[in-house]
């Protein structure tokens, strides 16, 4: 039975860490894995490589554009490199296995944690694996003198902007190099990854290494299905309505664009869910794995029937639960979403920790309160102080008076004063929304953890090392083939995105704009060379920055983003259309050389001068 579970793996499937990385299947060494390991970083709350022996860091331009601040526009690369304030980067330097240390209830188990890491006195994190299965314990090198050696501007490094960032093909400069000092000088880093002259191309094997997003594969077919049929068909409806006010405000407003950028990426990611599981060979594969796994259970003389019974009781309570979903994500899961003085107003009453760096816009506010408010109308009188909110006014009028009688836009003013605005209409709100929550604990949150636990764990006993453990935001290492696909409407992508398409896309306008430069530079460009690519790689729910090997362990690319069809890898993998998004290492070169003329950069890259061109910056 085992092998049949096996068997159910795909062959590209898994984020694995680095001691429990299938070797043999990958053909790769130790040696290669702990260079890999010690080339590899966490940094700006995603992963990036040393690609030199002097800490030159290879990262996404989107990860270090609080870095960039005023310069994002016209991008970065000067002789004297820029200091990133707050900026770290840690490197794994050692895994050990601590769980026999980690025993008893969870007060207990968080005891043991604690006093693991007192030992080693910050410098290690207990990781939690299987859901407790297993604890690892990682020792990190962290430097935390990190500066700014080159970023492209926001205009290239994320071309076609939201349009683009819902498909493939894709053709953004999303990459940016940072070095790393220590006493002041840069730092001694003799595990890098070699820089590939010869880049990529179709059917070509490839490692990335990288700190992917939280997964929850341990999800049950009853959860999919409440996803697919009441939690994400609500949060589109919700979005949508504020993407359609806010995009004609966005063309002239600073802090709109803003808002409505983050909406998007919201939507996209739901979206994508959507359209995952509302394919219904997804679903089938997940339910027949999961009675594969529950039957095995089953037959355990040491778990029996009863071990059974959780996948049962994960249905009923979502079924029960469902009726409560749109009032809980209007009123707890996410309330106003696009308002910035009510989240902060929320974050007041309820003695939470304030947003620091907030751009507020009361044009903005008042749209987005007013969409709120419509919702809170729909909601009713049963689940709401509706009368009190509106005393009588309509939606928009309401809105403006919350908004116009607050000052949280002040960070001065940021107390919990009865009087303002916003503070009034949160604090009329919390006691419904956390009656919402506490039924929410009780018949999911709470049935959800100890499911996810059980079903993780009894994957574990089953498998051990065979299978990998959910996604942490720690080190993994996924490895895939570099493969184009036939997307949803049935059109062929290609492997890789060119600079000749990213310029036959150019009208120097909104999403496809590019700078001066580059429309200069295009006659020089060999505009062929592939710009960004896709692999088979798993990335799970997304691995921002993680380098892209091949077997020699050389460096030819970097990740910046999925498909569209990889989102709903957070649940289950299939490299069918799945695919992780890459910026191409010759792409990189091409235009260090041709457009910025980087040739210092190129030479510290081991790019030899015979390939660059002669002037300097």
């Not at 997304?542 to 091949?550: A, C, I, L, R």
């Not at 290492?585 to 003329?597: C, F, H, P, S, T």
Request: hydrophobic share 40%; glycine share 8%; aromatic share 8%.
């Amino acid at each position: 039975m085992l092998t049949l579970l096996l068997i159910c793996l795909l062959a590209d499937e898994g984020m694995w860490p680095y001691n429990q990385f299938p070797k043999d299947k990958a053909g790769v060494s130790s040696e290669f894995l702990d260079n890999l390991r010690l080339a590899s970083v966490q940094v700006a709350g995603g992963s990036g490589a040393f690609v030199s022996p002097n800490g030159l860091i290879l990262t996404n331009q989107h990860l270090v554009a609080g870095c960039l601040g005023d310069r994002i526009k016209e991008g970065f690369y000067a002789p004297e490199e820029l200091k990133c304030p707050g900026l770290s980067a840690n490197v794994l330097m050692s895994i050990e296995d601590v769980t026999p240390r980690v025993k008893g209830k969870l007060p207990e188990r968080i005891a043991a944690i604690a006093k693991i890491e007192q030992g080693c006195a910050g410098k290690c994190s207990v990781v939690k694996l299987f859901s407790g299965g297993r604890y690892d314990l990682y020792h990190y090198k962290t430097y935390t003198d990190i500066r700014l050696v080159f970023a492209p501007e926001y205009q290239v490094a994320f071309f076609g902007r939201e349009r683009d960032s819902i498909t493939y093909l894709r053709y953004g400069l999303d990459a940016a190099f940072l070095r790393a000092y220590e006493s002041g000088k840069p730092a001694a880093t003799p595990h890098f990854l070699k820089w590939s002259t010869e880049g990529v191309k179709e059917g070509d094997f490839v490692i990335a290494a990288g700190n992917p997003s939280p997964t929850a594969r341990s999800t049950t077919a009853a959860q999919l299905t409440f996803y697919r049929d009441t939690a994400l068909p609500l949060t589109l409806n919700r979005l949508t309505s504020r993407i359609q006010a806010l995009t004609p405000v966005a063309l002239k407003n600073p802090t709109a664009q803003a808002v409505l950028t983050s909406l998007l990426s919201t939507y996209k990611i739901a979206a994508g869910k959507l359209i995952g599981l509302r394919d219904d060979r997804l679903v089938a594969r997940k339910t027949i794995f999961e009675n594969k796994i529950r039957h095995t259970v089953e037959r355990d003389p040491a778990l029996g029937m009863a071990g059974g019974k959780v996948w049962d009781e994960v249905a009923t309570a979502y079924k029960n639960w469902a009726p409560f979903e749109r009032p809980y994500q209007i009123l707890e899961g996410s309330p106003a979403p696009g308002s910035s003085l009510f989240r902060i107003a929320r974050q007041i009453v309820r003695s939470e920790p304030l947003d620091q760096e907030v751009s507020i816009s009361e044009p903005v506010e008042i749209l987005m309160v007013t969409s709120y408010l419509e919702e809170l109308q729909k909601l009713g009188d049963k689940e709401t102080p509706l009368k009190k909110i509106l005393n009588g006014k309509t939606a928009q009028q309401a809105a403006e008076g919350f908004v116009k009688t607050s000052k949280l836009g002040n960070p001065a003013e940021r107390t919990n004063n009865p009087e303002d605005g916003m503070i009034a209409l949160a604090a009329l709100l919390d006691p419904p929304a956390r009656r919402l929550k506490k039924k929410h604990d009780d018949v999911i949150q709470s049935l959800e953890t100890s499911a996810v636990e059980k079903i993780a764990q009894y994957r574990f006993l089953l498998f051990g090392a065979a299978e990998y453990p959910d996604a942490t935001s720690t080190p993994r290492v996924e490895f895939g083939t570099v493969k184009g696909y036939v997307d949803r409407a049935g059109v062929p992508a290609p492997y890789a995105a060119t600079f000749s398409g990213m310029f036959y896309r150019v009208n120097d306008q909104g999403p496809y704009a590019v700078p001066k430069r580059w429309v200069d530079a295009r006659a020089a460009l060999n505009v062929v060379t592939p710009l960004d690519f896709v692999s088979t790689c798993d990335i799970g729910s997304g691995d921002y920055g993680s380098p892209v090997v091949n077997r020699a362990g050389e460096l030819v690319g970097v990740t910046f983003d999925g498909n569209l069809e990889s989102l709903p890898d957070s649940y289950l993998y299939t490299s069918e259309g799945a695919r992780a998004v890459h910026v191409a290492a010759q792409g990189i070169v091409e235009v260090l050389e041709k457009i910025y003329q980087a040739t210092p950069l190129l030479r510290e890259l081991g790019i030899q001068p015979r390939m660059v061109s002669s002037a300097v910056p």
